[in-house]
């Protein structure tokens, strides 16, 4: 704003290019010898104080004017943003640049920059100035402090970065609370990010980057192929339905200005789903082989997966994600014109024909059964690598047992049982004995007075008003001068074991395991461990993966009898052309929980 002397004429200037013409009419007049601000490049002019301040415009009636040195409250002229970094060149408004979609800033400027920017939008243009807004809570220490410097509980941002590089603290900072939420800054937070999201993706491209590379696959078909091409195994289609589901959520989750929900989700599908039970239920398929259909199907969906999550999380770990891109697509770009940087790259959509909710709830079912089995075994103190010979199943419904029966093999297969049942609760052979206690916190704050009633009555309830209650997810208890609907949070289910059996109830889910072991399962048990030895000492000894070897192990009677029955799986499991049994032998030392053996391992 130019102001004559007396404050009786004035001038707001509203662009650059208005204030070179007006400086024009000063130079006309004599006030000015010349224009400083030359030329259409109105990006290069310096508008800032002290070099403003010589600007002298003249009034229509002739006057000299000079700018008004004092201010408007600093947060009008913040709010002004929007039209002052498109408009001052001259340029109009356009749809697209005005109202923003969102804006970001901390909570403790509410009442500054949030409410001027409304207030100008208002006055200038009756309109908002925004969408929407994300307003930042604050950073504090791991207990919740304020961070100071003289408490010594400030965090050096920049040593931060330096430790566990950038996208590590950003994915924790964007993860660990919703951006709006303060945020208790613990350093060893973004290490285990950093170790078990990062490091985990990592070591599964690491993995599909290595045997890739050994059978010399790339990528021939897209995803909207995936659903008619032959080879895909049921734990491919539910793989492929999970990430397609992701995408979904994702999507959904960003548009909705939510990134912790969408780094959550693709942090629990990478750990959980891809890592985890994908790859690990499916290493075998990679390890060796012809390039069969099934094997290229394998490496069709991991490498799907694997593109996907890098464009899913670029905008929560830009350097990471690009790094990934670029060395799954890197040995593309001679033949297929791709995009050089994930950031450059069209953003993934979901196929819905690929999405399968029944495959993925039969899944869910066979991963919370599988978790189930694993705590009854360590109960029971047997090792996975020992083989069980039965685990039973009781189920409520025909519809969960149809979901179980179809990924019964998959849960035989992870949890080393024999044989698994699933059957219908009231069809069991083996009768499970099950007791139901009251959640007191849960009913105090339903029922107060009744109480004392009410968990004399949940007590009572018998071994079939359980089953019911079990499938129907609700009883009705009738009490004294009133009734009440039993929910399933209300209590506690537990099963009792019974002799040579563990017994474990989750929720809906009940699960009996058979814990006594046979000398066949003993010795099967022995090879497998022989086995987990074995391809530990491989890796140590730098053998290629696909080396043959020829083994010479000590002796020893406690593994003689599992060697003469189990030789040629171990041999085909460690790429073994022969196992020799010597009574002295010079060489490593494996270590077999009680006693050690001696091995030699040669390239055959």
Wanted: charged share 25%; net charge negative.
């Amino acid at each position: 704003i130019w102001r004559t002397e007396d404050g009786k004429e004035e001038i707001c200037i509203g662009s650059v290019r208005q204030l070179c013409e007006e400086i024009d009419k000063s130079v006309a007049a004599g006030f000015m010898d010349k224009n400083p601000y030359q030329g259409d490049d109105y990006k290069a002019f310096d508008l800032h104080r002290p070099y403003i301040d010589g600007g002298v415009l003249v009034s229509p009636t002739g006057r000299k004017m000079m700018r008004e040195p004092d201010l408007i409250d600093v947060w009008f002229d913040s709010g002004a943003m929007p039209y002052a970094q498109i408009h001052y060149m001259g340029e109009d408004l356009k749809a697209e640049q005005f109202p923003a979609d969102f804006i970001a800033e901390g909570v403790d400027q509410t009442r500054g920059w949030f409410y001027t920017l409304h207030a100008i939008a208002t006055m200038c243009f009756d309109s908002v100035a925004f969408k929407n807004v994300i307003s930042n809570g604050l950073v504090l220490d791991k207990n919740g402090n304020k961070m100071s410097k003289r408490l010594g509980n400030a965090v050096d941002p920049f040593g931060a970065l330096a430790t566990y590089g950038a996208d590590a603290v950003r994915w924790y900072m964007l993860t660990n609370s919703s951006p709006w939420d303060n945020l208790k800054f613990d350093p060893e937070g973004v290490d285990e990010i950093r170790r078990k999201f990062f490091g985990t993706l990592y070591n599964t491209y690491s993995f599909f980057a290595l045997y890739a590379n050994v059978d010399g696959w790339t990528p021939e078909i897209g995803m909207s192929e995936l659903s008619e091409k032959s080879g895909f195994t049921e734990i491919d289609r539910w793989i492929l339905s999970k990430l397609n589901t992701l995408t979904k959520e994702v999507s959904d989750a960003y548009e909705a200005y939510e990134p912790t929900k969408a780094g959550r989700a693709i942090s629990d599908f990478v750990q959980d789903d891809l890592s985890n039970w994908y790859v690990r239920l499916n290493r075998k398929r990679f390890w060796g082989g012809e390039m069969d259909e099934e094997k290229n199907a394998a490496y069709t969906t991991l490498y799907t997966c694997l593109k996907t999550i890098a464009l899913l999380m670029a905008p929560n770990a830009p350097f990471f994600a690009d790094q990934l891109y670029r060395d799954l697509t890197l040995p593309l770009y001679s033949s297929t014109p791709l995009p050089l940087s994930v950031h450059l790259a069209q953003w993934p959509t979901a196929d819905e024909a690929l999405i399968n909710k029944d495959l993925e709830n039969s899944m869910a079912l066979a991963q919370h059964a599988t978790s189930m089995i694993l705590s009854l075994r360590k109960r029971a103190e047997k090792n996975v690598r020992q083989p069980l010979l039965k685990a039973v199943i009781p189920v409520q419904d025909n519809a969960t047992l149809q979901a179980l029966e179809r990924v019964a093999d998959l849960i035989k297969s992870e949890v080393n049982v024999k044989q698994l049942d699933i059957v219908l609760s009231d069809q069991s052979s083996i009768r499970l004995v099950k007791k139901i206690k009251p959640q007191f916190k849960v009913l105090g704050k339903k029922v107060g007075g009744q109480m004392k009633e009410l968990a004399a009555a949940i007590t009572q309830m018998s071994q079939d008003d359980i089953a019911r209650f079990e499938a129907e997810g609700q009883f009705e208890i009738i009490l004294q001068s009133s009734s009440f609907i039993l929910q399933s949070e209300d209590v506690e289910i537990l099963t009792e074991d019974m002799p040579g059996w563990l017994v474990m109830n989750e929720g809906s889910m009940t699960i009996a395991l058979d814990i006594e072991l046979t000398s066949e399962l003993i010795e099967e048990g022995i090879a497998r461990e022989l086995i987990n030895r074995i391809q530990n000492l491989r890796k140590s000894s730098g053998l290629d993966i696909t080396d043959r070897i020829h083994i010479v192990l000590e002796q020893n009677e406690k593994i003689n009898s599992a060697i003469a029955h189990f030789q040629d799986y171990i041999c085909s499991q460690v790429l073994a052309t022969a196992i020799d049994l010597q009574a002295n032998v010079e060489g490593d030392t494996l270590d077999m929980d009680g006693y050690k053996l001696s091995i030699q391992i040669t390239k055959a």
